[in-house]
């Protein structure tokens, strides 16, 4: 089973080459949807282990809070991509270089410190783009294992099939196992499709982490040192941040109007946000805690297509830079941007809260204190019957989660508000949903197993 | 929670006014400012609100952003509006939205399009028939003077058994708004003000972005506070709030090629003999629609029972998970998902359902024809008013026809748009689009699915609240 990592890069912008950089990547979005929109082969897809890439610039404007570190100018470069071999990183590195060396070279010699033209070479290019290599703090992948090569394999081998069973009439009453069998010989007969005797590797919950990681919380609970910490948070911090009003129509149109620009072309979408974190030992750690808990959860038990039970994303990641000071969160979605959020708000606006809770003027936050009993005795205090409550129950469990993503108009302000344009965005499989990509990967490793009646109809129903 | 004021807000988001079979939309462009305001001044107390006893004719009142503007509406205070309706119904981005291409292109609109004359308001009037609905604006016709003069005026009524052209009966599974004084209807369908009306909480239990001053113009004094205590940062002073008791509405002129449909249907059969040919194209068109023509949900009913109901007592989780009676890909599964929205299980679902719900106001035009397998041909050009009011046209109409209706990959198909209204018109056969029948054992497909409904016109209106019309008098 082949890994999927995630890659970012940042490279200082030389001032005066600005403006070229913006026109030369406003030339490469065009070229790559124009050819995209009309099915044509793009430069990028000839690197076989990408799955998505996208350019950035990140500048003071790009942050809608005061940074607490100074900007300079930056240009993003965040990809997904296979982990081949056992330094996987230098291979990706020599996939962008051989592969996107015209790219690379227009765009980075806009950056300071890239090689003189006569100076370019393999080696020179990858040592440039390794200086920047920023750390991603957490990681979701909503197929795990799955490489760009198996995912077009897979895609064929469903549209293979589809077109095999829609192009033959079926006798009313045959078995559904007797057209799972008429499937398997005729992928059999092809031999282009050989590869689909060997099952896919899919990842399962790692039970065995999760526990351990579950049973630390426990013990966290059990000493006291989690309700302290949640209390601690609560009392000092939440309870004095303050009210968010920001509303959609608060926005800046022309900012938004660019951030459309670029949305809603296919199935699939791009989301690219820049956060500042809050000030203070207290909120680093927290933001560090929630970080952990996503890693952990992205690794352990998110592997079957679903972040916070959102079944809309491809790949997530949040990453920490300038010193821990400032968050980038990137994702690769389908459906739009409404849809995207609304989700977000509808499923995940607990898990949502506790990490952007942490980052400057995000909608207030109730979260912290509201565990247990807390939330009856503010129910007792008049000020506190303000705020809106989102009771969620889990297992054994009943939070009342009030605020942040919760408040949904606010959120959505926010999260428009903190969002940065994606100057060059590239997906390999935009004809494919994240539940598309795993529902194929199923039928490749039902095929050819023997199947009962009842197996069988789910099996033909996939298809 | 807080009661609704039922005399401020207009009352066709609450009454279809099915006792008037008859309604005009006039589209109009306000000629001379001052005597617009002066005909909205004497207009505000007729608008029918919810409170109003029912006469024998009514009278509603929306205004674009071009409308508002052309009163005098300050820029600041626009802004407050939603992008959508300071926007319009075309721009780019929103063409990719709703899917507006080749025959539905806003270029090609006779209404609402960038080469059609600009609207700044729509009058509606219903009446019990058509020269009830004329006299009536007969009446209004001297107050508005020079004020105003007619774009395109739109003809619109209730067919037999509120049934539409294609021939299914439409309009069955309408939301409820909690403290209407409707009665709740159950299944789900009770939904909070907020989703509908400025000023409310809704599903989320927040309150709507609304339309605040932040400018104060106008008598602004007769303007409620804003429900949620927003205030300028310097003197504390609370905004009055315009939107209060207000909601958008989103008019869209759909023409249907009934013949093209259910000859496309009958096309799909094998059968010779026309009677099956005609039976399965209708048992096709129902697996389309999720219902009998007749209404009842093939959830429920696996044969065309032949008879007109308005059962929409039934949820997919226990009775369809499969997709065999009613496919995931039909219309009314993708545009009320009830208990199975998305993967989420079905109490989570059922909240997630009511905050994409819209208040839909269908009216038909054109012949009075209803169309079957047997029956095909209308005369001239038959279609409907589709209208709905929502409070946030982004998270509720626009949400529902992108990503339920026009996005084919709605749940974990990979090539099915909606039925009706979601295919594309592909004159270069581009595209794959399908609609996919899950039986007991094989999908059936029906492949090349092509685009019965287009687009003829279409804008976002705002319906203020009775004072709120009032207020744009005082401008």
Not at chain 2, 317 to 335: L, V, Y
Request: net charge neutral; with cysteine; charged share 25%.
């Amino acid at each position: 089973m082949t890994h999927q990592h995630p890659f970012i890069t940042m490279s200082e912008i030389q001032e005066d080459k600005l403006v070229l950089l913006r026109s030369r990547l406003e030339a490469i979005r065009k070229d790559l949807l124009e050819k995209q929109l009309s099915n044509v082969p793009t430069v990028f897809d000839k690197v076989n282990t990408l799955h998505y890439g996208r350019w950035v610039i990140l500048s003071r404007d790009s942050f809608r809070d005061e940074p607490r570190e100074p900007v300079g100018l930056r240009l993003v470069l965040s990809t997904n991509y296979d982990g081949i071999g056992e330094d996987h990183v230098e291979h990706h590195l020599t996939d962008l270089v051989t592969h996107l060396t015209p790219y690379i070279d227009q765009l980075y010699e806009c950056c300071v410190g890239y090689p003189e033209e006569g100076a370019r070479t393999e080696e020179s290019r990858k040592n440039f783009l390794r200086k920047g290599i920023t750390k991603t703090s957490a990681f979701f992948n909503g197929a795990p294992g799955r490489s760009v090569v198996q995912i077009r394999q897979e895609d064929a081998l469903h549209q293979h099939i589809w077109k095999f069973v829609n192009s033959r009439t079926w006798d009313e009453g045959t078995p559904a196992t007797a057209i799972h069998r008429a499937i398997q010989q005729e992928i059999d007969a092809n031999p282009e499709f050989a590869w689909s005797r060997e099952k896919a590797g899919v990842q399962g919950i790692k039970w065995g982490s999760f526990l351990s990681w579950g049973f630390l919380l426990v013990l966290l609970f059990l000493t006291g040192l989690a309700v302290f910490w949640i209390l601690f948070i609560f009392l000092f911090y939440e309870l004095w941040d303050k009210k968010q009003t920001l509303t959609q129509s608060d926005l800046d149109d022309k900012k938004i109007d660019k951030l459309k620009l670029v949305e809603d072309f296919f199935p699939q979408n791009q989301f690219t946000q820049v956060a500042v974190l809050k000030p203070g030992l207290a909120r680093k750690f927290n933001f560090w805690i929630w970080m952990l808990r996503t890693r952990v959860l992205a690794n352990d038990v998110f592997v079957k297509g679903k972040l916070l039970n959102i079944p809309t994303i491809h790949f997530a990641r949040w990453v920490q830079f300038d010193k821990g000071k400032h968050v980038l969160f990137f994702s690769n979605f389908d459906g739009n941007w409404e849809q995207y959020l609304g989700d977000f708000i509808d499923q995940s606006g607990w898990g949502l809260s506790a990490i952007f809770s942490n980052t400057v003027n995000f909608p207030k936050t109730h979260f912290m204190g509201l565990l247990g009993v807390i939330p009856v005795i503010l129910g007792k205090i008049p000020g506190m019957r303000k705020i809106p409550p989102m009771p969620v129950t889990f297992p054994g469990t009943k939070f009342v989660l009030t605020g942040g993503a919760y408040d949904q108009e606010h959120f959505l302000a926010w999260s428009r508000s903190t969002q940065i344009p994606t100057q060059v965005w590239y997906c390999p499989y935009r004809h494919l949903s994240i539940k598309n990509v795993n529902n194929n990967t199923m039928i490749h490793n039902e095929l050819h197993e023997p199947l009962t009646e009842e197996q069988a109809q789910i099996f033909l129903k996939r298809i | 929670m807080t009661a609704l004021e039922l005399s401020e807000i207009q009352s066709y988001l609450f009454n279809e006014y099915k006792e008037m079979g008859f309604s005009k939309y006039y589209l109009m462009q306000i000629q001379n400012t001052a005597a617009a305001k002066n005909f909205l001044a004497e207009v505000a107390g007729e608008v029918t609100h919810a409170n109003a006893a029912l006469k024998d004719s009514c009278l509603n009142i929306g205004f674009t952003r071009d409308g508002l503007k052309e009163l005098g509406y300050h820029e600041e205070n626009m802004h407050s509006f939603s992008r959508e309706f300071r926007e319009g119904m075309v721009t780019d981005h929103r063409q990719r939205l709703l899917g507006d291409f080749e025959g539905s292109d806003p270029k090609l609109w006779k209404w609402g399009g960038p080469e059609n004359e600009r609207i700044d308001l729509i009058l509606i009037v219903f009446g019990k028939d058509e020269d009830a609905a004329e006299a009536y604006y007969r009446t209004l016709r001297p107050k508005m003077e020079t004020a105003l003069s007619e774009v395109k005026t739109l003809d619109g009524k209730s067919l037999p058994n509120d049934r539409e052209h294609f021939g299914f009966r439409d309009g069955i599974s309408q939301p409820v708004i909690k403290g209407s004084g409707s009665k709740a209807s159950g299944n789900n369908n009770d939904i909070n003000p907020g989703e509908f009306v400025l000023g409310y909480k809704n599903e989320y239990n927040v309150y709507p972005d609304t339309a605040l001053l932040r400018v104060k113009q106008g008598q602004s004094d007769m303007l409620a506070d804003n429900s949620e205590g927003l205030a300028d940062k310097k003197t504390k002073i609370k905004f009055k709030d315009f939107g209060h008791n207000g909601t958008y509405f989103v008019l869209r002129q759909l023409e249907q090629d009934v013949d093209g449909f259910w000859t496309f249907l009958k096309n799909q059969s094998k059968e010779t003999e026309e009677e099956k040919r005609n039976g399965e194209a209708t048992y096709l068109a129902a697996k389309m629609m999720g219902r009998w023509p007749g209404g009842a949900p093939l959830v429920k009913y696996d044969q065309d029972p032949g008879i007109d109901m308005e059962d929409n007592n039934f949820n997919y989780t226990k009775e369809d998970t499969s997709g065999n009676k009613c496919p995931f890909g039909a219309h009314i599964r993708r545009m009320n998902p009830r208990d199975v929205f998305e993967e989420s299980p079905p109490n989570i679902s059922l909240m997630l359902t009511r905050r994409h719900r819209i208040m839909r106001r269908i009216r038909s035009y054109g012949e009075d024809f209803i169309g079957s397998a047997e029956n095909h041909k209308p005369t001239g050009k038959v279609g409907l008013l589709f209208g709905c009011f929502n409070a946030n046209i982004s998270k509720q109409f626009e949400f529902i026809q992108y990503t339920w209706a026009n996005s084919p990959k709605f749940k974990r198909l990979y090539a099915d748009p909606d039925p009706f209204i979601g295919v594309r018109e592909d004159p270069k056969h581009t595209l794959e689009q399908n609609f996919t029948i899950p039986t007991e054992t094989c999908n059936r497909v029906i492949t090349d699915m092509q685009r019965f409904v287009h687009v003829r016109g279409g804008a976002y209106f705002f319906f203020p609240s009775v004072t709120s019309i009032k207020f744009l008098s005082t401008l």
